[in-house]
């Protein structure tokens, strides 16, 4: 989810990109994609500025798989000018068949890493991906 976008960003997206081409999309599609499922349904400008895109990338990213089925637009009962978006049952599809090559990916990177390394990593994404959460609040 949002530890593993957090990762990839600062991998410079490489890790998307390539589970993201292997499924038949872009890399920003493929951002996208694997942040809705790993975090649930989330406005488009909430999402930019999560995983660093800029709104025009992201709204064509919603566009693209919005044209491809895997997302919808969905209503907030809170908010009527708030467009989130989540995944259908088909970008659900999607994300759960590009998952395991996310996994395979983490495993190979990891690998390199002692026990007391992987350790140190995860907490500081987990502390990362809960910071970014809070980004441009002050």
């Not at 209503?75 to 994300?95: C, E, F, I, M």
Request: charged fraction near 20%; hydrophobic fraction near 45%.
């Amino acid at each position: 989810g949002g530890a593993v976008c957090v990762a990839a960003g600062l991998m410079g997206g490489g890790v998307v990109e390539g589970v993201a081409s292997a499924g038949g999309v872009g890399c920003n599609e493929g951002r996208v994609l694997m942040w809705l499922g790993g975090e649930g349904q989330m406005a488009g400008h909430e999402m930019g500025e999560l995983i660093g895109m800029q709104p025009m990338n992201v709204s064509r990213a919603l566009a693209a798989l919005a044209a491809r089925g895997w997302v919808e637009q969905v209503p907030d009962a809170g908010n009527r000018r708030r467009k989130p978006h989540q995944l259908s049952a088909a970008g659900a599809t999607a994300y759960a068949e590009m998952t395991p090559q996310l996994a395979d990916v983490a495993s190979f990177l990891f690998a390199g890493l002692n026990d007391r390394e992987r350790e140190s990593l995860s907490k500081v994404m987990t502390k990362l991906g809960r910071r970014i959460r809070h980004w441009g609040e002050n």
